[in-house]
């Protein structure tokens, strides 16, 4: 196979394979991206036009321009309207890249042009300007004892902000004692697992398929995991009753991966294994707040607070960065988890938490949850309209809530290849099979649109449907 090498007058050896399936503008990100990296492009260096690049390149200007974005957007360059564009400063042979659109550790993933990863929301829309009001209203009138260790469960301020909040919104029936703060959710599940394990518990059922991550906390923790099938109502109470596990994570309002919802007769059955086993129902409450089609679901805390312990994050409403999480504990157990959390960190950051609670009060947590609800909208049907024109043999299912869609591929394509096709043409997109807890069965595709703009999107169904073509003609 030839390549085409060149070497750029200021200092790049870039070498591109006109015949490979990597897009241009993808080889061109990669080479500039690790001669960043490796330091033997310098920070603050000017890089050379699109246009003059292009020319010592043999490409199209419009190719460069592209790969200038992407570099941009990951913080590796720097461009400014009516200027040059320069490498960023600070950039390490790690990968660190100062301030906004910081780059993350190298890796294989970075590699890519686009990125279909579920889970991440559009940072860039963080509410900086309402959020810096609350910090400087915390700091001038907080008193100063906020700032001395704090009782295991939070700043009381921030407890009864999210109980009222989570109450009106979200249909709990939380008081500020039973409210606990803590780094996101994965900090909730390493504090739950250990505890539920002293109170009794054995064996713990999760949604086949699920997150792997508390699966591997609550084995760590000794607990036995059994996976329960999802059907299109959400999880099978029948499998789970047969089970015999003493406590269950759901995911009810949006059932993670497959966007389904759990159904009124469910939670009636649900609520009623709880009661009859005397067991505990963990609710991962992890994207409720986007809902767009249709009315939102409530939160099962509301209708048994002593059978259910709630969880919520910040993570995918505001920003993952932040490690705001907290959950709501039934009686029995909130002093447990509270003295854990004391003895695991002494507690979250004070004022992060009351800069929240502030946030919340003030109702500027609502007016940003409106203010995007309409942004992720578009995002999602443009997705939806990609999908119908481009790959119409997938089957998306999960449409109504949340900042991913699950895609289910026809029986005869088997996921990995196709994966691994789309990654060749610079796509990251995430699969079913590492979801799973049981026995294979159809592939499927988890496509996150929540950080992406809609040109963008559309572009990486483009992707896809390459793909599948890649892996349909043997390619």
Not at 210 to 229: Q, W
Not at 340 to 359: H, M, N, T, Y
Request: net charge neutral; hydrophobic share 40%.
């Amino acid at each position: 196979m030839e390549s085409r090498t060149n070497t750029v007058g200021w200092g790049l050896f870039v070498e591109l394979d006109r015949e490979s399936s990597i897009p241009a503008h993808v080889q061109l990100e990669v080479a500039i991206r690790d001669g960043i990296r490796t330091g033997r492009l310098k920070g603050e260096s000017v890089v050379p036009s699109s246009r003059r690049l292009a020319q010592d390149l043999g490409l199209s200007r419009g190719v460069v321009v592209e790969a200038y974005q992407q570099l941009t957007a990951e913080g590796y360059l720097i461009s400014q309207a009516g200027g040059y564009t320069r490498v960023a400063s600070g950039v390490t042979r790690a990968g660190a890249s100062p301030g906004k659109g910081a780059a993350q550790p190298a890796s294989t993933e970075e590699k890519h042009l686009l990125d279909f990863r579920y889970g991440r929301p559009d940072v860039t829309q963080f509410p900086r300007a309402a959020w810096l009001r609350s910090l400087r209203k915390v700091l001038t009138e907080s008193p100063h004892d906020r700032l001395n260790y704090l009782d295991g469960r939070g700043a009381p301020e921030l407890r009864a902000a999210l109980a009222d909040y989570l109450n009106r919104v979200r249909g709990t029936w939380a008081t500020p004692d039973n409210v606990v703060a803590c780094n996101g959710f994965a900090q909730a599940v390493a504090l739950i697992m250990p505890v539920i394990a002293s109170n009794g518990v054995r064996r713990l059922a999760v949604e086949d398929p699920s997150d792997g991550d508390a699966v591997r906390i609550a084995r760590a923790a000794g607990l036995e995991v059994v996976g329960i099938p999802v059907t299109p109502d959400g999880i099978d109470v029948a499998a789970l009753a047969r089970s015999e596990a003493d406590a269950i994570l759901v995911t009810p309002a949006h059932q993670f991966p497959t966007g389904c919802v759990l159904s009124s007769e469910a939670r009636t059955r649900l609520l009623a294994w709880a009661n009859d086993r005397n067991a505990l129902i963990l609710e991962d409450d992890y994207d409720a707040e986007y809902r767009y089609d249709e009315t939102p679901v409530g939160a099962l805390h509301g209708l048994a607070p002593d059978r259910v312990l709630y969880a919520g994050t910040a993570s995918k409403t505001l920003a993952p960065g932040l490690r705001l999480g907290w959950m709501v504990v039934p009686d029995r157990l909130v002093d447990a988890i509270a003295a854990l959390k004391v003895e695991v960190d002494r507690g979250s950051p004070v004022i992060d938490q009351l800069a929240f609670a502030e946030f919340l009060r003030n109702g500027d947590f609502d007016r940003h949850l409106r203010r995007m609800r309409p942004i992720y909208r578009r995002r999602r049907d443009v997705l939806i309209d990609a999908m119908n024109e481009q790959v119409p043999e997938l089957d998306p299912v999960g449409i109504a809530a949340g900042l991913h869609i699950f895609a289910w591929l026809p029986p005869d394509l088997p996921e990995v290849e196709v994966i691994a096709a789309a990654r060749r043409r610079g796509l990251m997109v995430a699969g079913i099979h590492d979801y799973r807890h049981g026995t294979e069965d159809r592939g499927g595709l988890l496509l996150g649109y929540a950080k992406l703009q809609e040109d963008m999107i559309r572009r990486g169904v483009g992707i896809v449907r390459r793909a599948l073509d890649d892996v349909l003609g043997g390619g």
